[in-house]
């Protein structure tokens, strides 16, 4: 019970945050319930992405939330900054795609698909096949006026 009013909090936090400091962007689309989302994760540091078990090990000791992920497989022949990055895939996601612990998913999950407008300017873009997209939240014509 107190999970879910932690939950709870974060998610009317999230919210308030996130019309408090829109972006430039904004999430479009929805959820098409595929799990590539929860199989194709990266990782960062401040140092850039996760590149190795050594590290990725080192995170988990320093942060919980790490031990709900495993190593699923390396980053190739993507832009220069992802090149060789570890992806990594959730340990509560089932094969048919429903999530185990919905109910008390970390905010990482619930933060999903996060605005990052650096990434978005790198090109960056959703998993193939994913039902959410980024866009832009005015058009420029909107600012002229």
């Known amino acids: 019970m107190l999970s879910e009013i932690k939950n709870f909090i974060e998610d009317i936090f999230l919210e308030f945050y996130n019309k408090l400091f829109s972006s430039k962007y904004v999430v479009k689309g929805k959820c098409k319930r595929c799990g590539r989302c929860c199989r194709n994760i990266l990782f960062s540091t401040k140092d850039g992405y996760i590149k190795s078990e050594e590290l990725f090990n080192k995170m988990k000791k320093k942060y919980r939330y790490y031990r709900n992920f495993r190593v699923s497989g390396v980053v190739k022949d993507k832009q220069d900054f992802q090149n060789g990055a570890l992806t990594f895939e959730c340990k509560f996601i089932s ?8 109910p008390i998913r970390p905010i990482f999950c619930r933060d999903y698909p ?31 006026e």
């Not at 094969?95 to 919905?102: A, E, G, S, V």
């Not at 790198?122 to 600012?143: A, H, I, R």
């Open 114 to 144: 996060n605005i990052n407008s650096d990434l978005i300017y790198n090109g960056v873009t959703m998993l193939d096949g994913c039902g959410f997209y980024f866009d832009v939240n005015k058009k420029f014509s909107k600012y002229l």
């Open 95 to 102: 094969k048919n795609n429903k999530c185990l612990i919905y």
